[in-house]
């Protein structure tokens, strides 16, 4: 097997030399290609302060496949095994209600960095940077308006929350010795016809910019929008325009979750508008279908032109790369690493783009030799290179991943 896959990459690499590409080249800019893996992915979101609790704002985790994970052990266990079939270097991404609740659970406005601090030891002695999230829904004052309720008791819990998980954020970024990203996602919003879209945005604003006042040096703020949820589907207080004038107006960071938006609209095409007016993008990579159904994501046309268009921009150290997708209804490790393998496979393939020869083509006005070009990269061996890079980082090559996870399902999964 090896030396078939050295073969065929020697020939790719060749075959790329003729379109100006340098294979090696894109190898080494893997590396910096480090994925935000999204812890929820191993237990439908459901989080340890409820194990029996619904999940509520407006998301949902269909199916029943056994075998999720049921506590702080078997997330971890979970996630390294996930990460052990992923070629680079990886972050975890936590939300709030994973916090290690071993002294007794405690309420959201309660919360404090020594919640966490096992998920930061954890980290580091796993190789892991940590990312965070605040969690606004599954909860009892989740109700339809958290960060923009106009019941100041509500509203002020929710504040709390949110400053809280900053502190702790900001706590991460100092132990790990890197900035941890922490993103903010509420689902305030309305079933039906409200009338009063000012009022509640305008509380959410003054909720943010409370929320924001204090300094913190070790984390970075992320905000992410939605056109809609389940049971929300009139209105959306964080709408995408909401956020973009907020996150250009204050310098945060604006999340793309590809399933947040119309779905005829280019998630890719934002990358190079947002960079002009913001710092960082941060992308939760999912897949929609036909509403924001958090398929797990695969190298498709939409992710491939995310890939592409980050790479387009150069702008690969402004984007942080997190997934954001929770199927319950097959092997849960498996979709994990389908996902993040196939966010690696759109990335590697833009970073074998003949971006010089396309350019200089768009340059001359040779539009058909343009078009040309790009229909044909879809068919180079950018897979051989895939595999190579696998190989050389000791992990899977091409479908072998499947018997790694057939065997900790029989060993692990199966027995929970
Ligand atoms: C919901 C948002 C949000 C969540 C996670 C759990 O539509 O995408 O990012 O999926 O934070
Ligand atoms: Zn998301």
Not at 54 to 60: F, K, P, R, T
Not at 391 to 400: A, I, W
Request: net charge negative; with cysteine.
């Amino acid at each position: 097997m090896e030396s078939l896959v050295k073969q065929a990459y020697e020939i790719a690499k060749q075959r790329y030399a003729k379109i100006g590409v340098d294979v090696e080249k894109a190898i080494a800019e893997m590396d910096k290609i480090s994925l935000s893996l999204h812890c929820w992915q191993t237990d439908d979101v459901t989080g340890f302060e409820n194990p029996d609790g619904q999940l509520s704002g407006g998301i949902q985790a269909t199916g029943n496949y056994p075998g999720k994970a049921r506590n702080i052990e078997e997330v971890r266990a979970d996630l390294v095994k996930a990460a052990s079939l992923l070629p680079g270097k990886h972050r975890i991404n936590l939300h709030a209600i994973y916090a290690d609740f071993s002294d007794g659970v405690v309420d959201r406005d309660q919360l404090e960095p020594k919640h966490f601090e096992s998920w930061m030891v954890w980290a580091k002695e796993n190789g892991f940077v940590l990312d965070f999230n605040s969690s606004s829904f599954s909860h009892p004052l989740s109700g339809s308006l958290t960060l923009a309720n106009p019941d100041e008791k509500i509203r002020r819990f929710w504040i709390e929350h949110t400053k809280r998980c900053r502190r702790i954020a900001n706590e991460m970024g100092r132990y790990q010795g890197q900035p941890c990203v922490m993103n903010l996602w509420i689902h305030d919003g309305s079933k039906d016809i409200t009338v009063n879209r000012m009022y509640y945005r305008q509380l959410l604003k003054d909720s943010l910019d409370e929320i924001f006042a204090e300094e913190m040096p070790y984390m970075k703020d992320c905000i992410e929008a939605k056109l809609f949820g389940i049971g929300a589907e009139s209105y959306t207080v964080g709408s995408y325009d909401f956020y973009l004038g907020y996150g250009a107006k204050n310098n945060k960071i604006v999340t793309l979750d590809t399933g947040h938006f119309h779905l005829t609209e280019s998630i890719a095409d934002k990358i190079s508008s947002l960079l002009l007016f913001t710092p960082e993008v941060m992308l939760h990579v999912s897949r929609p279908i036909r509403w924001d159904s958090d398929h797990v994501t695969l190298m498709n046309d939409d992710t491939m032109d995310l890939a592409k268009e980050i790479i387009r921009c150069d702008a690969l150290d402004k984007v942080n790369i997190g997934l954001d997708y929770f199927d319950a209804s097959i092997n849960r490790i498996g979709a994990y690493v389908i996902g993040s393998r196939a966010t690696q496979k759109s990335f590697l393939q833009a970073l074998l783009e003949p971006l010089e020869i396309l350019r200089k083509y768009e340059a001359n006005g040779q539009n058909f030799e343009r078009l040309a070009l790009l229909e044909e990269c879809k068919g180079m061996p950018w897979n051989a290179v895939w595999d190579y890079y696998c190989m050389t980082q000791g992990v899977p090559v091409g479908e072998t991943f499947i018997e790694d996870v057939q065997q900790y399902e029989k060993d692990v999964t199966s027995k929970r």
